[in-house]
């Protein structure tokens, strides 16, 4: 029985293998690659592609899988990793090796084009591209048949079993409940953040960045930093978790909570069984909970009080020129400021989710034909006034903004706003569990906050699927009151007067 | 009749793109590996090692190969391509899957000895890996079935067609001129260099370093430098060429020829077809004819006074403490001093041979089985002493110093001397092709030169074997008396006195 099992296990492993070998050409795609290798690198990865996809849709490995569904001697892991893993053969052997390779050109294409419009900060130079994109994401919507919207079977791709009826709800309650808290906000006196803005100088902003992943348990023999245009962590191994950041000179929160933010997905990625390399549960379960792990460190912790009460004193010596004069409370409410902007990656906690809501409603229009890439610009800025208020100076602060569509994932930014509640779920747990918790870390001890993360979700892997897990460890299915409690309690602390 | 060669091309395509992934992660394995995850890195490599041999010996592309070797209308060009991965394909045939995975682990264990090896400074770390390895060559040996000596199967992965019978002669010549001119030069006052040990700042060298490829012609749009321990080219198409070097502050040759050395490789490399990708016609022709390039870059340019004359106003202005008081003529005569070292990568022009010789002569001891691993450091030193009439300090200094045995590389070492003697034989003809060549390079301008290779060697690709690539540039075939002329010439001059 162990050795059926164990054929299953080599195979997947033989896939894995080949899959991190692209996100290893990836990785240095972003980090090292050179200006005119582009179209080779594609062609490489391309097919590499192709060839994973062929070595996990054989028949041989279908039969082997509906032999093992219906053994009753494997264990509870074993028997998920199998149902898991027949799902997602089962989609795949839609798919021919000739369209994954040509999805991986066409991605790759996008991309580049996406670099180049960026260059000239210009949505016209990638619309093309981006429209041959869009066709292929509804030809694999297609294939894939989703029952209700079209936009779920893509949804599903990232966060399983997700669809539009679960997510317009959501939208909506959160639209409005953030609104009325936006409101209140507006009518107090603003803080002050022109402290950011400061020069700081790379080098010791680069340091300090690495202070602050290794004090959240990030382990550098596992893994590496660099720098990317465009932050994003990536595995290839728990062995090899590395993360990317950027640094700006005249804008200090620029690096660092990005900073964070990788590496709160790599303490994940790390904590994963090494043992079950290549399986479900050696995985992530969606990227929800991915970004349920960022988001809780980027904003429940580096974001709080207490955690700063700890760095504050550190950073102040690093840059005593620009901070000195900043007292710990006015740091606090400035880094927590509440303003609309145009950047999603730098808004704040709130308005976050609207950034989020104009991409679900685009990428849902463009899948289901009610939106047009012709006038996509054009889309983006109406959005962005009706729920922001502000307007686009120009297209790269504009529509061009996210490399997630170059890189053909649509329906993925749903999931970044999931991951905030999930955060602000798990973490509410977390403070009942964790005895004085937020005393720990006003210590600089996140030690035990980490542990906790790593037992009741990192090791698991996809043991559970999301809302298994949330209700294993919270009692409750996902409830974004937890968010919104947090984000009102928080956020009337500061903007009290 | 174009279809079927196309298939042929596009099979050819797909393998060298999984070699090229497996050149990715190696290069990173090099570069940027983080310390803990040597393990999974040397699964992925040995499953795409796999995965490549395995499309490579496909039946199918047997079939294919014999049909086209069997077809008139092919174009010189395409017989020649054809013919040479029929060879390949003949010896690869010999191998199954299996044995390539455990030959890629094998090696991946024995690389990760020597480290820990290094680390330690003791052999001993190193032994039983590499006794592990030599067997596996012993085995590989007899799989491609050498007609004279087992070590010949090996000599000719590296460089095709080349024998102990062919090598042996030459060695034995090139011992005694060398030993001759080298008792001459003894007779002589000995030249100084310790002003290449003073302090060079970090920086400075590396971006002086930097110059220097830039104005040999390398393209860092279609490359990049990085630092690696040990310096090394590698190329994942001719749109991405990288090369590595190491910097010492306290010792500037350490970095200087390192990197005009593999500057030498990469030009080779950028020089190829582009749209031969893949093809015989689109890759390096030998690693002798390789190291040709690099040879004569390293030696015949950068080591000559005309290169001085033009670049050491740069360096003296970079570097005035230490230089200033240099003459250009003192600086010229330093950098070719003549002296018995340790360190292979480090050895003058002449003594660089025995280097070889002595590795060449183990080799071929340890594939025949005439020498064991078990005292292989008594050994490396006793020839040491016979050679060169100096002993290794420790095992560092010694018998652990190359990385090529725990790469696996056993054969490899013979090219670099006939990569030298290549070197001096096409170096002599370009001064002869072109006029004012020396007067061109005292001018800072190695365009003619780089023209040059591009046109005799680079484009060609494997059009041409080695031998009648030297026949077809040179009107004959390797003859050493061009290098003993240029060294005769060239070391009398510098040691007069």
């Known amino acids: 029985m162990a050795r059926v099992y164990d054929r299953y296990k080599s195979k997947m492993q033989k896939v894995a293998d080949i899959n991190h070998a692209i996100a290893v050409l990836s990785w240095d795609k972003e980090v090292n690659l050179p200006k005119d290798s582009a179209p080779h690198r594609s062609q490489q990865v391309a097919t590499l592609a192709g060839m994973s996809h062929n070595e996990f849709v054989s028949k041989d490995f279908g039969a082997l899988l509906n032999r093992l569904a219906n053994m009753k001697s494997l264990s509870a892991a074993e028997k998920k990793n199998i149902s898991v893993t027949l799902d997602a053969y089962q989609k795949a052997t839609k798919f021919s090796e000739a369209f994954i390779i040509r999805k991986s050109t066409i991605e790759s294409n996008a991309y580049h084009a996406w670099l180049k419009a960026r260059e000239a900060n210009d ?8 429209k041959e994109l869009v066709d292929l994401k509804r030809e694999e919507a297609k294939k894939l048949k989703a029952t209700e919207h079209p936009y779920d079977a893509l949804l599903d791709i990232y966060e399983p079993g997700l669809t539009v009826a679960q997510l317009d709800p959501i939208f909506g309650g959160i639209k409005i409940s953030l609104k009325k808290l936006i409101k209140k906000i507006n009518k107090s006196k603003q803080v002050k953040n022109n402290f950011l803005r400061k020069r700081y100088s790379w080098n010791k902003q680069w340091e300090f960045g690495l202070d602050i992943l290794e004090n959240m348990g990030y382990d550098f023999n596992r893994g590496r930093q660099d720098i990317s ?9 728990p062995t090899d978790v590395r993360v990317t950041t950027r640094v700006d000179e005249n804008d200090f929160a620029y690096m660092l909570w990005s900073t964070i933010h990788e590496g709160g997905h790599a303490l994940y990625e790390q904590g994963l069984s090494s043992e079950e390399y ?63 902007n145009l950047i999603r990656t730098e808004a704040d906690e709130l308005h976050y989710h609207f950034h989020v809501l104009i991409r679900y409603e685009i990428e849902k229009g463009l899948i289901e034909g009610s939106i047009d890439t012709d006038n996509l610009s054009e889309v983006w800025n109406e959005k962005y006034k009706e729920y922001l208020g502000i307007s686009a100076k120009d297209d790269n602060t504009g529509v061009l903004q996210d490399v997630h569509w170059g890189h053909g994932s649509f329906g993925y930014f749903p999931t970044y706003s999931l991951g905030s509640f999930y955060a602000a779920q798990f973490y509410a747990q977390a403070e009942k569990d964790i005895p004085k918790l937020n005393k720990k870390i006003a210590k600089g001890n996140t030690t035990p906050l980490l542990n906790w993360l790593r037992e009741n979700i990192h090791q698991h892997g996809r043991r559970y699927e999301a809302d298994e897990l949330c209700n294993n460890i919270t009692g409750e299915s996902l409830n974004v009151e937890h968010f919104l409690n947090y984000a009102n309690t928080k956020f009337k602390s500061i903007y009290k007067k």
Chains 1, 2 share one sequence.
Do not use: C, M
């Open 123 to 130: 949505y016209g130079v990638f619309k093309d591209a981006l």
């Open 229 to 237: 245009a465009h932050p994003f962590t990536t595995s290839f191994s």
């Open 278 to 340: 290549g399986l479900p549960t050696g995985s992530y379960i969606s990227l929800s909970i991915h970004e349920s792990q960022s988001r809780l460190w980027e904003n429940h912790v580096g974001r709080s009080k207490e955690y700063w009460s700890f760095w504050y004193p550190s950073l102040q010596a690093e840059f005593p020129k620009n901070l000195n004069n900043v007292s710990l409370n006015k740091f606090y409410a400035g880094i927590n400021r509440i303003a609309p």
